[in-house]
T-cell receptor, first 117, second 111 residues
Framework: GDSVTQMEGPVTLSEEAFLTINCTYTATGYPSLFWYVQYPGEGLQLLLKATKADDKGSNKGFEATYRKETTSFHLEKGSVQVSDSAVYFCALVKPMGSGGSNYKLTFGKGTLLTVNP | DTGVSQNPRHKITKRGQNVTFRCDPISEHNRLYWYRQTLGQGPEFLTYFQNEAQLEKSRLLSDRFSAERPKGSFSTLEIQRTEQGDSAMYLC?????????FGPGTRLTVL
């Protein structure tokens, strides 16, 4: 079945450091790829998405490029802030079910990022 | 507030009791999902509604779990005869297409 693998955490960085969180996926066909962020005690917030190969998703200084040849969607940010401390989840969606109407997400295990001042 | 809301935010119950959670999706979204998230793990799919029809259930959803979405609006997730293994965060999400918007979740603790 479909699966997502993220780099093991936790990741601890100093403010203004460069961030990379690796994500690779296994899926047949052409999934859409997502990064969600979860702040302490809160639900998941969509950070960015990409729907086809070579698409780049970006938001709030974060970027990720859909690489079909390496089945990867690594998250990057050039200069992290203390407020970026959170758990980051990579996920994929592949339409399933009758008429392709079920867009259930398959998540990785999450990567805890801590940014120190 | 036009986001997804969930109630209660926290629920503590004793083993063997029944609990019910509510999710109010974004009003124009016809698809609604329930996920379960345990500590240190990513959310796992439980069930999916399109309008009022429950179209898919995960094998994680034992017969003690039931979900409804009457009239295709809000949804409820009930757990009967709770067990300690049911302790988790229960997340609801809604979407019109492939991008899901999550509520804040209900954290269940079974003593």
């Amino acid at each position: 079945g479909d699966s997502v693998t993220q780099m093991e955490g936790p990741v601890t960085l100093s403010e203004e450091a460069f961030l990379t969180i690796n994500c690779t996926y296994t899926a047949t066909g052409y999934p859409s790829l997502f990064w969600y962020v979860q702040y302490p005690g809160e639900g998941l917030q969509l950070l960015l998405k990409a729907t086809k190969a070579d698409d780049k998703g970006s938001n709030k200084g974060f970027e990720a490029t859909y690489r079909k040849e390496t089945t990867s969607f690594h998250l990057e940010k050039g200069s992290v802030q203390v407020s970026d401390s959170a758990v980051y989840f990579c996920a994929l969606v592949k339409p399933m079910g009758s008429g392709g109407s079920n867009y259930k997400l398959t998540f990785g295990k999450g990567t805890l990022l801590t940014v120190n001042p | 507030d036009t986001g997804v809301s969930q109630n209660p935010r926290h629920k503590i119950t004793k083993r063997g009791q029944n609990v019910t959670f509510r999710c109010d999706p974004i009003s124009e979204h016809n698809r609604l999902y329930w996920y379960r998230q345990t500590l240190g793990q990513g959310p796992e799919f439980l069930t999916y509604f399109q309008n009022e029809a429950q179209l898919e259930k995960s094998r994680l959803l034992s017969d003690r779990f039931s979900a409804e979405r009457p009239k295709g609006s809000f949804s409820t997730l009930e757990i009967q005869r709770t067990e300690q293994g049911d302790s988790a965060m229960y997340l609801c999400a809604s979407t019109p297409t492939d991008t899901q918007y999550f509520g804040p979740g209900t954290r269940l603790t079974v003593l």
